[in-house]
């Protein structure tokens, strides 16, 4: 017990401390991503030295404040870190002081060893060099994982609903997954594959549809980033009901102009009722597709979260550091605390340029 206490005070008056604790921080304020701190310090820094002045630090820099194994950290950077979190005044304060008697700290360390004799390693031996491309490596195998696994849930699910003529469309289960875990590009990246797949299904009319696709995982994948829209189940929920909104505010003019209000879905049977109940044909199909678009996307939106588990727990076989937006609700938690969160891996920067 005397052990880990120690251990953990090390760990708190250590750099790593300090960058653990800002990842926590990042994770529970919804994986703000890199780039947007930046953008984030680069307004506040405006207004304090005018406007129009851009003095937004590199996302390369503010991604570098994340990483682990630092012998020296800029305490102001750390400070606007913070404050781009959402933190106030006072903690950033607090923050700032930390840092500092780290620094002092690991001053003193260094005078007391400087006259110490330095091992040199075996530069052939060293594993550190390695590293990175191994690193790099294990992230693009899970990327493609992923990827891979999001083609045939969605290719399932237009399979699924062509065979047994369901009244659901169960064709996003893998764009919603992508654009959950891996960002909201992925998804319509998926969107589009997911559809063209589809037409073999369905023909050259599934294709007009992946727009809707696009949409919702563009809600999908922007949403579930922001804790006040997929911290808890019923935030989860509202953000698969405003994805059924959107799809269907795409969907119907799609179905209008191009199909004449349908397409031969099960859905249709519901458009028919309605205007032989006197309603006209674009408030039917509104009507009709809304209803049908909110029961699929709740349903797809909670079979997501078993595929993103599924594969989170395959990929942390391989890194250790991967962490998904939900994690702190897939772990039934009310919502996110410093506890029961993982070390962020932003699988953008092994895929994507610099914002």
């Known amino acids: 017990m005397e052990q880990e206490r120690d251990d953990e005070t090390k760990s708190k008056g ?7 604790g800002l990842r926590e921080l990042r994770v529970n304020t919804g994986v703000v991503t890199y780039a947007e701190i930046a953008r984030r310090i680069g307004r506040h820094r405006s207004q304090l030295n005018g406007v129009g002045v851009n003095d937004a630090p590199a996302r390369s820099t503010v991604y570098d404040a994340f990483r682990l194994g630092r012998s020296r950290l800029n305490s102001e950077l750390v400070g606007e870190i913070v404050r781009a979190l959402g933190e106030d005044e006072q903690s950033v304060h607090q923050w700032k002081a930390r840092c500092y008697q780290v620094q002092a700290s690991s001053e003193r360390t260094e005078r007391n060893y400087e006259r110490a004799p330095v091992c040199i390693e075996d530069p052939v031996e060293t594993p550190g060099k390695r590293e990175p491309l191994k690193s790099l490596r294990s992230r693009s195998v899970c990327i493609g994982f992923v990827l891979l696994a999001c083609v045939l849930l969605d290719f399932i699910g237009h399979a699924v609903v062509g065979k047994l003529h369901l009244a659901l469309f169960l064709d996003m289960v893998g764009t919603a997954t992508a654009a959950i875990m891996l960002g909201p590009w992925y998804g319509v990246a998926i ?3 997911g559809n063209s797949v589809g037409m073999l299904i369905h023909g050259s009319m599934a294709l007009p549809f992946a727009l809707v696709n696009a949409a919702g995982a563009l809600v999908w994948g922007y949403g579930v980033r922001r804790s006040a829209w997929a911290s808890t189940f019923p935030h989860f929920f509202r953000l698969n009901f405003t994805a059924a909104v959107v799809c269907t505010l795409v969907a119907v003019p799609i179905l209008i102009v191009g199909y004449h209000g349908g397409t031969g879905h099960e859905s249709d049977q519901l458009t028919q009722t309605l205007t032989s109940s006197g309603q006209n044909l674009v408030s039917a199909v509104l009507l009709s597709n809304g209803i049908t678009s909110i029961l699929d996307k709740l349903v797809t939106g909670f079979i997501a979260l078993i595929a ?8 942390k076989s391989i890194d250790s550091e991967f962490v998904s937006p939900v994690d702190n609700f897939l772990r039934f938690a009310p919502r996110p605390t410093a506890r029961n969160v993982w070390p962020l891996r932003d699988y953008s920067v092994a895929v994507t340029p610099a914002a």
């Open 14 to 20: 250590s750099f790593d401390g300090i960058v653990t």
């Open 308 to 315: 993103i588990q599924w594969c989170t727990l395959r990929i």
């Open 191 to 193: 969107a589009l594959l």
